[in-house]
């Protein structure tokens, strides 16, 4: 599993993100700029906490010495810049304590930071229980990742038991939990499913960045090439939920951000928070941490550059105003506007 991580972690810093769907995306400009940068207001109130932007660390690290390294500097990194960070799947210290410090230490560095713990849907209940304690979590996440498993040469096959433990979880669990995708995106249908499960914070995590099905497809004999092209991407999953209204919903956003640009459509779309893996996985691997962290603060100064140049003060302002898609996205909202 340490091997496996480690794998993940080496062919992720090889993807490339360069074209998705934001790049389909446009706000109508507004010319007559009439408001400051420093007037501008990202901060977001979320689990009891005020969080400075929106941005956070998604699940990633852990499980490897490798891992652990890359842990230790993710969670600098979101001490420094205010960040909530999200390790990745805990399941490996499950199987080894030996790897419990390689998650812990998030912990450890950020002490009073908003840090979620991060488990497979395939794990049991005891495991969710183990993985919130072992960080002392804020929030846990469960990823649903099928469409991963099935392309891992040691992945899971069995998933009929799903539906059953999102509720156990649901019903037991104290603390926030959140269900993410790993960049496949989600429909509203499967939205709308686990909110009848009693979800209520969802991370659609969609294609457009970080794709697991070609880094598995690296790691098996047979290539699976075409399956690669599965999924929604981010900006077409906000799409599919901008009218979902469900009381008490969050929507996270993450898969394919890129830049400070991404991040502002991601709000404009709905986003509550959103989440960034192989972009801070490349800025801490190929930078200083103090560069990294540089790097990181001019992030939320240029979304914050950005949404003023669209006279948008806060985000709830930022919703309101109006895009433009391309040919490719209006098919897609077309082909979906009458769907369940
Ligand atoms: C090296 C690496 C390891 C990951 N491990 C996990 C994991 O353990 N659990 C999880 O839910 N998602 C994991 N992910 C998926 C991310 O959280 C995210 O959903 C996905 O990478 C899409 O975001 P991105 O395009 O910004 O990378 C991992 C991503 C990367 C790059």
């Known amino acids: 599993m340490s091997n496996r991580k480690d794998d993940h972690i080496s062919l992720a810093l090889n993807q490339k993100f360069i074209n998705n769907d934001f790049d389909h995306v446009r706000f109508v400009p507004e010319s007559l700029c009439y408001t400051d940068c420093?007037?501008?207001?990202?901060?977001?109130?979320?689990?009891?906490?005020k969080l400075l932007s929106p941005i956070y660390i998604n699940a990633m690290s852990g499980g490897s010495l490798k891992s652990l390294e890359v842990n230790?500097?993710?969670?600098?990194?979101?001490?420094?810049?205010?960040?909530?960070?999200?390790?990745?799947s805990i399941s490996a210290a499950i199987k080894n304590e030996k790897w419990k410090n390689s998650f812990s230490?998030?912990?450890?560095?950020?002490?009073?930071?908003?840090?979620?713990?991060n488990i497979g849907i395939t794990k049991n209940f005891n495991n969710v229980l183990k993985a919130i304690d072992i960080l002392k979590a804020d929030a846990i996440q469960i990823h649903l990742n099928a469409a991963q498993e099935i392309i891992m040469p040691e992945g899971d096959r069995f998933f009929s038991f799903s539906k059953e433990k999102i509720k156990e979880i649901t019903s037991k669990i104290k603390i926030p939990v959140i269900v993410k995708e790993v960049g496949f995106g989600m429909s509203k249908e499967s939205v709308s499913m686990l909110y009848d499960l009693g979800v209520r914070n969802i991370d659609i995590s969609g294609k457009g960045g970080t794709n697991f099905i070609k880094i598995e497809n690296h790691r098996r004999e047979t290539r699976l090439e075409s399956f690669e092209n599965h999924g929604f991407s981010t900006v077409e999953s906000l799409l599919d939920l901008k009218n979902i209204n469900k009381k008490?919903?969050?929507?996270?956003?993450?898969?394919?951000?890129r830049d400070a640009y991404d991040i502002v459509k991601a709000l404009a779309l709905g986003a509550k928070l959103v989440g960034m893996s192989g972009y801070f996985l490349k800025l801490v691997e190929e930078n200083?941490?103090?560069?990294?962290?540089?790097?990181?603060?001019?992030?939320?100064?240029?979304?914050k550059n950005i949404m003023a140049v669209l006279n948008a003060k806060s985000i709830e302002e930022l919703k309101s105003k109006k895009l433009i898609f391309n040919q490719k996205l209006l098919n897609f909202i077309n082909q979906r506007k009458n769907s369940h």
């Not at 912990?107 to 009073?112: A, G, L, P, S």
């Not at 008490?248 to 951000?257: E, K, R, T």
């Not at 990294?292 to 992030?299: D, E, V």
């Open 288 to 303: 200083s941490l103090e560069e990294a962290i540089k790097k990181a603060k001019n992030l939320i100064e240029d979304v």
């Open 105 to 117: 230490i998030v912990r450890e560095i950020n002490r009073d930071g908003l840090i979620f713990a």
């Open 72 to 88: 230790k500097k993710l969670a600098k990194l979101s001490k420094a810049c205010g960040f909530p960070i999200a390790t990745g």
């Open 248 to 257: 008490q919903l969050n929507i996270f956003a993450s898969g394919g951000i």
């Open 38 to 49: 420093s007037s501008v207001d990202i901060s977001v109130n979320f689990f009891d906490r």
